[in-house]
């Protein structure tokens, strides 16, 4: 017995009656879909997060006031104001923490409307230093960014993003126009450089004031939410953030058995625990696919199972005109392996098609969204097809060789 | 002196099913020589299917013996018995047993798919027989655009595609009109004439004076064994002799 031929003997079998073979590879089609666009959207989105993450820089270190427990958030991420980190104290880092340090920010940030003339905007403020460009690694595309002077002079100057000076000013000159923000005239002095969605945030919907500014006349307070440090290479980080702990300990008087009351924490290990997470939802949402390919291969058996009987008389006649029992088995087996792996190649097909619209749209949202399609996870769909073609075949194929060839050529 | 094709001898056949034993044949003895044209009739319920089942190779006697061309088939595994018969045994069935989504062409190949005779090799004996048999202009039919007497004449193509030592035919002619039947029993009888040795089961007296020898079987025995003297020929265009 040819196996080949087999085999076409099978494709002629399926695609005689398309929508009913269709229809019983639907299972696998979709389970192997599935588990392709979930491969490869998981992978799209940890992309995105990890862009996201890149794109504020992998060498930052970032301190936030509050204690945290062991590995968790610190208090202030989760919406509780702590007013223990000050501009003092990441003045104090700049000036004698380690001089790995390249650069040190700090922000205080908030909502407010801005008026212009009659239009008024709602955006977010930030209240930060004159170094955030080189943290930030970022520049102004017009006019200038404020000084360390206007930083600490409560100067009313802003710098626009990109976003802000479109619907307010839509194409006009605006360096040197004056905005109001909370009844304070703010004079116009520059307009950031576009930078789309960072660190989950648009970084183009939102203006830029000095931090004294922000504190005394926007926000009413002595404290900032977050300071953050350049380090100037990655084996520095540790170094940098053991110093800034040292520093912020003393001058927050903390005796050695207490905790900190703020957290220092490095992208890097941001990095790590999301991908942890990310992870664990990819193997998590895999696995939730991998259930519609087992539903998937019961339908197959269900099918192939109504297939031998139906064609018992066939079985019988093959067996009298000398079919071997295995042979009988090969080609219940072949037949059901057919059909899986046509609906896994459908599914890979489908599952690659919808991954790549999927990318392809976000990237359009402006999201830094990576079309990945591994061969590994087609090399997976592949097998796990074929697999299922087996494991759920070999019992129809064993009932239909196990039938008895009298009993079936009287079968009606 | 004709040669020994099957040699029988007290053949027992017995089938045990959840603690019920039904004894079919009691004790058979039979030589059929090649070239004979044999036809086994009986009642139904009197075992003829069951012996030639048996003969064919489908089924496992109790006791007894059995020698196919003076070897012992007797104790034969199913896989054996599926190669005695893709070698050995053409079968035609009442009721056709054709494939019906496969072509004419592609149904006589199928006893071939389970040879290691090439595709090429397998259309061409398929070509030739069914050239033979008059089918020549509907090799890519597929049998329900065929008449029943085509149908058959089909399987008999089938039933000859491997070169058999032996063609059983069980009812032939049950399912078709008297003058299809009557086209199919001159193909059998010109087989016969080429050489061919022919078993044939029937209940119809008529239909199995068409043969050389009758055996007739009740109660799962030989009641009858004995050569018809006058013999009935069918003429190509199925109507009777006169």
């Known amino acids: 017995m040819n196996f080949v031929e087999s085999i076409t003997g099978s494709w002629k079998i399926i695609t005689r009656s398309k929508v009913r073979s269709f229809l019983t590879m639907l299972g696998i089609v979709i389970g192997v879909m599935a588990v392709i666009i979930v491969m490869s959207v998981g992978a799209g989105a940890q992309s995105l997060i990890l862009n996201q993450i890149k794109s504020v820089g992998s060498n930052t270190v970032g301190v936030m006031p509050g204690a945290a427990e062991e590995d968790g958030p610190p208090a202030s991420v989760m919406g509780i104001v702590i007013t223990t980190l000050t501009y003092e104290d990441g003045k104090e880092i700049e000036k004698k923490g380690c001089d790995c340090i390249e650069a040190l920010t700090m922000y205080v940030s908030g909502n407010e409307t801005i008026t212009l003339e009659d239009t008024t905007v709602n955006t977010t403020f930030t209240g930060t230093t004159a170094s955030y460009l080189d943290v930030e690694d970022t520049s102004v595309e017009e006019g200038r960014f404020f000084s360390e002077d206007e930083e600490k002079g409560v100067a009313r100057v802003v710098v ?253 | 002196m004709s040669t020994s094709l099957i040699r029988i001898n007290d053949l027992k056949k017995q089938f045990e099913n959840e603690e019920v034993i039904t004894k079919v044949l009691h004790g058979i003895d039979l030589n059929i020589d090649q070239g004979e044209f044999v036809a086994v009739m009986g009642p139904s319920g009197s075992g003829k299917s069951t012996l030639m089942n048996i003969l064919g190779f489908l089924d496992k006697l109790s006791t007894g013996t059995y020698q196919f061309e003076n070897q012992d088939v007797s104790k034969l595994e199913d896989d054996e018995l599926a190669e005695m018969r893709s070698k050995k045994i053409g079968f035609i069935f009442q009721s056709f047993n054709l494939l019906n989504r496969s072509t004419t062409l592609e149904n006589v190949m199928l006893p071939l798919f389970y040879t290691d005779m090439p595709k090429k090799e397998r259309v061409k004996r398929a070509t030739e027989l069914l050239t033979k048999v008059g089918l020549e202009h509907r090799l890519d039919y597929t049998p329900n655009k065929l008449s029943g007497g085509e149908k058959q004449r089909v399987a008999i193509a089938r039933a000859l595609v491997n070169k058999p030592d032996v063609v059983f035919a069980d009812e032939p002619t049950g399912n078709l009109d008297s003058k299809s039947g009557l086209q199919v029993m001159k193909i059998l009888q010109d087989l016969n004439e080429d050489g061919n040795t022919i078993i044939l089961v029937t209940h119809e007296r008529y239909t199995a004076e068409h043969a050389k020898r009758i055996v007739k079987v009740r109660d799962g025995l030989i009641e009858e064994d004995y050569r018809v003297e006058k013999r009935q020929w069918a003429k190509q265009n199925g109507e009777l002799a006169k």
């Not at chain 1, 504190?215 to 440090?229: E, N, P, T």
């Not at chain 1, 749209?361 to 061969?375: I, P, R, S």
């Open chain 1, 160 to 412: 626009l993003g990109d976003e802000v000076k479109e619907k307010l000013f839509g194409d006009q000159d605006v360096i040197g126009r004056k905005i109001r923000m909370k009844k304070v005239n703010f004079t116009i002095i520059g307009i950031m450089k576009k930078r789309g969605i960072s660190g989950f945030q648009n970084q183009d919907d939102q203006v830029f004031i000095p931090i004294s500014t922000a504190q005394k006349l926007l926000l009413g307070i002595d404290h900032v939410s977050m300071v953050r440090a350049k380090v100037d290479m990655a084996e520095n980080v540790d170094k940098a953030m053991e110093s800034m702990r040292i520093i912020l300990r003393d001058r927050h008087d903390i005796d050695s058995d207490e905790k900190d009351d703020f957290v220092v924490r490095s992208m890097a290990q941001g990095l790590e625990a999301l991908g942890t997470v990310t992870n664990a939802l990819k193997f998590f949402l895999v696995a939730i696919s991998a259930i519609a390919l087992v539903v998937g291969g019961f339908g197959i058996m269900n099918i192939m199972l109504a297939t031998v009987q139906e064609r018992t008389r066939e079985i019988g006649l093959r067996k009298a005109v000398g079919a071997k029992s295995r042979d009988i088995t090969l080609q219940f087996l072949v037949e059901s392996v057919v059909i899986t792996f046509v609906g896994g190649v459908l599914g890979i097909i489908f599952g690659v098609l919808i991954s790549v619209l999927v990318a392809y749209v976000a990237q359009k949202m402006g999201y830094k969204w990576d079309l990945v399609v591994t061969l590994s996870s087609i090399l997976l769909g592949c097998g796990v097809s074929i697999g299922i073609g087996l494991v759920f075949g070999i019992i129809p194929a064993r009932r239909a060789s196990k039938l008895n060839a009298i009993e079936a050529l009287r079968y009606e």
